[in-house]
Each structure stands twice: as structure tokens, then as C-alpha cells.
């Protein structure tokens, strides 16, 4: 087998409503490997 490495970025975008073509975009370079996403904890959420 080979190693398994984890990385870790916190993402702010500059347009809000640009998530979905992030996303996207995202999946397609990741190929198979697992994606977590969350967003920021507000007020409201808690």
C-alpha cells in the first residue's frame, strides 16, 4: 500500500455564492478521496 496524508485548509471566498463551482471543481481534482466541509458557526446555528 501507500501512505495516507491528510491536509487541512480553511477556505474564505471572496464571492459567497461562488460555492457550488468550488465545490465542483473541487471534486473533480480530488478524484476519490474524502472532502469535509463545514461553515462558520453563527449565532443563529447555535
Request: charged share 20%; proline share 7%.
Amino acid at each position: 500500500m501507500g501512505t495516507l496524508c491528510e491536509l487541512s485548509y480553511r477556505i474564505v471566498l471572496r464571492i459567497p455564492q461562488a460555492i457550488k463551482p468550488f465545490l465542483d471543481e473541487l471534486r473533480m481534482r480530488n478524484g476519490n478521496l474524502n472532502i469535509v466541509c463545514g461553515g462558520p458557526v453563527t449565532k443563529d446555528a447555535m
